[in-house]
Nanobody, 123 residues
Framework: QVRLVESGGGSVQVGNSLKLSCAASGFSGRRVCLGWFRRPPGKEREAIANICPDDFDRLYGHSVKGRATISRDSDQNTVYLQINSLTPEDTAIYYC????????????????WGQGTQVTVSS
């Protein structure tokens, strides 16, 4: 059974950095593409970043490009997202996603999703 567990959310001050983690299990040893999305309050979900095995297809959403770094463990389906210079506009529920199924970035679709972790940025 596939399971995605996000961690690292919470309250952060403006200008600081945040690092989120997501451990995806249940893939029977297969390494899959992993992504991060977020849903700000009252807005639609947006794609933040994607990374595939061997660091292939490292992609970023427009709103975090230049401020975010996605990385993964080389032999596991664990993915990390660091965002620097946080602003209140980064306040959102952040979701981890696993196993790309179709679509072109930033409209990648994934088979599995985590429950999400809240990030709140305030001054």
């Amino acid at each position: 059974q596939v399971r995605l567990v996000e961690s690292g959310g919470g309250s952060v001050q403006v200008g600081n950095s945040l690092k989120l983690s997501c451990a995806a299990s249940g893939f029977s040893g297969r390494r899959v593409c992993l992504g991060w999305f977020r849903r700000p309050p009252g807005k639609e979900r947006e794609a933040i970043a994607n990374i595939c095995p061997d660091d292939f297809d490292r992609l970023y959403g427009h709103s975090v490009k230049g401020r975010a770094t996605i990385s993964r463990d080389s032999d596991q389906n664990t993915v990390y997202l660091q965002i620097n210079s946080l602003t209140p506009e980064d306040t959102a529920i952040y979701y981890c996603a696993a196993e790309w199924t179709r679509g072109s970035w930033p409209r990648y679709e994934y088979a599995y999703w985590g429950q999400g972790t809240q990030v709140t940025v305030s001054s």
